[in-house]
């Protein structure tokens, strides 16, 4: 086993990570352990852009009203007016960085409009926003003596209290990095750290359809609860109303159709051509995602069909061509549909996490020295329902709070380091010759989540996902006590575990609110206003 000391340890490469990094890089030694390729995040998968009220029309005050309003009740106000308000700033930061986001022919950033906006304030580079902006951090990360980044290596825990000596312990539960697998020697490093950030991403892996990428395990939730770490809200699970129907790739990573593309003039169609969504709501397809999401699967059901359409193209071919080029491309050669003369088959699928770790104004979680961002973490702007495009924006303002605090944790740890803490110890366990016994539990949980934790749940269907997860968590925590750890492992068992918080938060939440909606309790509840769902 290797060990490696460093002042910051990050746990993830998406925007909150590298961007924390690069904040804190002129006084800290960093090591960033991101468990696949370098650019594999949700992230780099973002097409929409960054929400910013940087338009002459617009007002921070309108983005803070339509971030609560969407919110449904639930977002902290002083959260949410801080974010809108850093906003425009951090947008600069990136532009400093390197992101180059599109302009107007006056040179004014181009700003588009999705689901939720009063006015056009998405800052975007065409329909790939999350690529510019990963490209342009990882050129700044590449170039920094002070990063070091380490690809394919999955964190197994955090190191805390629990792993060292009772008479070493402190007064407050305490994280001193990470275990991390070695993807050279197949064995668990300890990485050493005085400050952790847990940038992990997302969970949509959970569900068999997804948005996803393949990382996007629950592994820095399940991590951080086991830890000890306060845990927030899972029960508000965005799912994205408009993803690509293709029944061949059901399990696999879904293609997102953006939110940009109904602001840019899109219409849902049911399979009689009709458009219903001017019925639900007075924004029409752009209402909040988890209007639009319930209106579809309403149709489907109503309907008994596997989709619904949508529709872009009495729209002029070449400013589609031009505004979403990634996603006509894609479509046309990938699936042969030409989105400028034919509608796109669309269906929900899960998107994001609302919940997460929860966290201070200054990222700090539960847990001394441990600090999170990004969708990992729960800090209040969200609510029940994320605004469209304040995920990254939230990432971004939230990494460089984090990295300010940070700094100034730093100085207070100089000199200090902890010589109790032990190595993993892997006596006893076995190579895994029996994996073909559990590797099929993954598609029976998310097949599970997808039926019965889904857009529409009722205590009969929570109850029931609830005694089929349980049986097969301890089944996988029965094979991980006597099993060598591998990837595979490590994120089935992540799977397993935060696919079951979900429910039991599922479950506590006896009204129907944002993103939870259960037919049991269709009506919101006064007394849930503003109580978070939190376990420890």
């Not at 596997?306 to 071919?317: E, G, K, N, R, T």
Request: hydrophobic share 40%; glycine share 8%; proline share 4%.
């Amino acid at each position: 086993m290797n060990t490696e000391k460093c002042d910051i340890l990050i746990i993830g490469s998406g925007i909150a990570g590298l961007s924390f990094a690069l904040e804190v890089a002129d006084v800290a030694k960093i090591v960033v352990a991101t468990k696949k390729g370098r650019a594999d995040s949700a992230t780099n998968y973002a097409q929409g852009g960054i929400a910013a009220a940087i338009g002459d029309d617009d007002s921070i005050a309108s983005h803070i009203e339509d971030t609560i309003k969407t919110g449904d009740g639930f977002c902290r106000e002083d959260v949410v007016n801080l974010v809108a308000t850093e906003g425009p700033l951090k947008i600069r930061r990136l532009i400093e960085w390197g992101a180059a986001f599109s302009e107007e022919l006056t040179g004014k950033l181009s700003l588009g409009r999705e689901g939720g906006h009063t006015h056009h304030r998405i800052v975007h580079k065409a329909d790939h926003t999350g690529k510019e902006v990963e490209k342009a951090l990882l050129d700044q990360v590449r170039n920094h003596p002070n990063i070091e980044l380490i690809e394919d290596a999955i964190c197994v825990d955090l190191i805390t209290d629990r792993h060292t000596s009772p008479s070493t312990r402190p007064e407050y539960k305490t994280c001193y990095g990470g275990y991390v697998f070695n993807p050279q020697t197949k064995k668990i490093d300890l990485i050493e750290a005085k400050i952790t950030l847990m940038a992990s991403g997302g969970m949509g892996r959970i569900w068999l359809n997804t948005t996803n990428p393949m990382i996007a395990t629950g592994d820095g939730v399940a991590m951080s609860w086991r830890a000890g770490a306060r845990i927030a809200n899972l029960e508000f699970m965005q799912f994205h109303p408009t993803v690509l129907y293709d029944p061949l790739k059901a399990g696999s990573q879904s293609f997102l159709i953006t939110e940009a593309l109904r602001g840019f003039g899109g219409i849902l169609r049911n399979q009689r051509g009709e458009r219903f969504m001017e019925k639900i709501h007075p924004m029409a397809e752009l209402a909040p995602r988890d209007v639009v999401a319930r209106a579809i699967d309403n149709e489907r059901k109503r309907w008994g069909i596997d989709h619904v359409w949508l529709d872009i193209s009495h729209q002029s071919a070449d400013e589609i061509r031009n505004r979403f080029p990634t996603i006509y491309q894609r479509l046309l050669e990938d699936h042969e549909i030409d989105m400028t003369v034919s509608p796109i088959p669309v269906v929900p699928a899960a998107h994001y996490q609302c919940g997460g770790v929860m966290t201070d104004t200054w990222g700090r979680t539960t847990i001394c020295n441990l600090y999170a961002a990004g969708e990992v973490a729960y800090t209040g702007l969200h609510g029940a329902n994320r605004l469209a495009s304040n995920s990254l924006l939230e990432a971004v303002v939230f990494a460089s709070r984090a990295a300010e605090s940070a700094r100034e944790r730093l100085k207070e740890l100089s000199g200090t380091n902890n010589d109790a803490i032990p190595p993993w110890d892997d006596s006893g366990t076995y190579d895994p010759e029996e994996w073909v016994l559990i590797a099929h539990d993954l598609g029976e949980i998310q097949k599970l989540m997808e039926d019965y934790v889904g857009i529409v749940r009722s205590d009969l269907r929570l109850r029931r996902a609830k005694r089929r997860i349980s049986l097969i968590t301890g089944e996988i925590e029965d094979y991980w006590r006597r099993t060598v750890v591998s990837p595979e492992l490590v994120e089935l068992r992540n799977i397993a575990q935060v696919a079951r918080l979900v429910v039991r938060y599922a479950l506590l939440r006896k009204e129907s609110r944002g993103l939870h909606y259960t037919t049991d309790y269709p009506q919101k509840d006064t007394f849930y206003e503003k109580r978070d769902t939190v376990f420890q």
